[in-house]
């Protein structure tokens, strides 16, 4: 690198600012840009980018309550019927344990009301 190819003013050639040298004007190097072609430090370009944003929020948030809401119906109602089988399985086990045994609340119904 040749000796004052680069000082305190940014990058030159020939002693003159980069962009002077390659034709493109003006003194120094060009403002730096942000995303979309926004200069650093300027302000938004169009009005109501505020208000897309906020319709954008509050239609992400919306998505995401009624994803939760819906998720947590559906994890109720399925933790309800879990156990609303249990009940009824352990109630076929019993029904089939103690059927025709001296332990079946149904003979022992039967019994009470033959002898009477």
Partial sequence: MAAGARGRGGARLLGLPLAA???RGGAGLEEPTRPHGLRAGARRGRKGE????R???VAVG???LVTLGSWF???YNYAKLRIQER???E???NRILYESTHLD???KQTNSNSTN
Avoid: N, V
Wanted: with cysteine; net charge positive; glycine share 16%.
């Fill in 73 to 75: 119906h559906c994890r």
């Fill in 21 to 23: 040298a390659l034709g």
């Fill in 50 to 53: 505020g208000r897309i944003r």
């Fill in 87 to 89: 009940i009824a399985r």
């Fill in 91 to 93: 109630g076929i086990k």
């Fill in 105 to 107: 609340p149904e003979r």
């Fill in 55 to 57: 319709s954008c929020d």
């Fill in 62 to 64: 919306g998505f995401i």
